[in-house]
């Protein structure tokens, strides 16, 4: 007697005197193999493949490292289902529906790979892996898919760098409309509509530039620290434009309010905006300063050495190279407002000489000859009175 359990070439089946295997039970291409004999194909015959099955189940652990998530009956309410590592071995068997008579409905099948190294090693794997799924699927009409939290991180990189193009397009656009809105508005209404425009243009390009160079060194440096982009330092690249914004906003601010040429607006606005940038850097490094001491290794690289390493980058260009380029590529001119702050002409003048009589707002300007004019006529009117003896000296 040939034991049921034993593999045999599947062209030898017969079902009910026809052979089992025709062209609806196999693949197109493995049907044609086998009728043309190219190839033996070794099974268990049909009739008994989940009596088989089961002994498998019950007397073979290699299953365990095969497909640890076979679902079986539950002994105890036969229409229930349970993974069948959580039966006891002896009593397993394969769920096949509430009725028993349906095929089964799932495993899980354990990948072995080596030497993943780095993240576009994984996502190789993984799309190799996918690949051959996608033909086994459309051999097979089964569904098969990877799963677990090791391809859910690694499958990132695959879309990573698409989002962060897009992400950094994005944010880049809407710092530089928002820009032009805010300087056309800050300039006095007294100059026409078309040069504040232009001007605007002008600066918002500079700070766009800025915030770029910005995001694109904080990402270098990055890399050179060997802190990789993943789904969550995009989060903190994303971040780094605000960072980035507040560096050179104000610089800028300031040199669209100066007067003179580029190199004196630059040096100007430096001069006034230079220990409110180094404040902001440096009471936004002492708000994520508790991080250093987390417990948790991945909390201090990648979210304290990080943050740390975007304020130092952002401070640098407000205070170093955004000056430089304001005065090598702005605009000439002078633009003043009551709106913006009240910022000297004589950038290069000693610090220390009096400024007495020198006016730098017009409108101040303006208020202070009022003001003079008015105390000039009460004291006339009150050195009338007194010579009329109508007012006690």
Sequence with gaps: VIPACTAWPVQHFLCDGEPCFGPDELTTQLYDQVVANESIVYGIHPTYFYECFNLFLRHDAAHVLLS????CHDPDKPTKRRPCVAIPQANRSIWRGRDGTEDMDFSQTIVWAANLKTGRNWLSMINNLRRKLDNFVSRTDVDAYPHGSFWTFYYQFKFIEDVFVRAFGYSALCVFLLTILFFITAQPTTIPLMTRVVQACWIALIV???VATTVVFFVAVMGLSDLWL?????A???VS???AVEAVAHTSFGFIAARGGPEER???ALNHYFMPITDGALTTWLGFFPLAFS???YVVWYYFVIYTLLVIVAYIMGVVFFPVMLSAF???GRAVSSKLPVIADSAFKDTNEEAEGQVFDDAAQETKVKEDTEASKVKEEAEALIVEGDLDT
């Design 330 to 332: 702005g605009p000439r």
């Design 295 to 297: 417990s948790y290794t």
């Design 236 to 238: 903190t690249v994303i």
């Design 68 to 71: 640890p998530l076979f679902n």
């Design 208 to 210: 766009i530039v800025g």
């Design 241 to 243: 434009f605000g960072l």
């Design 266 to 268: 630059a040096t100007v």
């Design 230 to 234: 993943n789904c969550f330092t995009l």
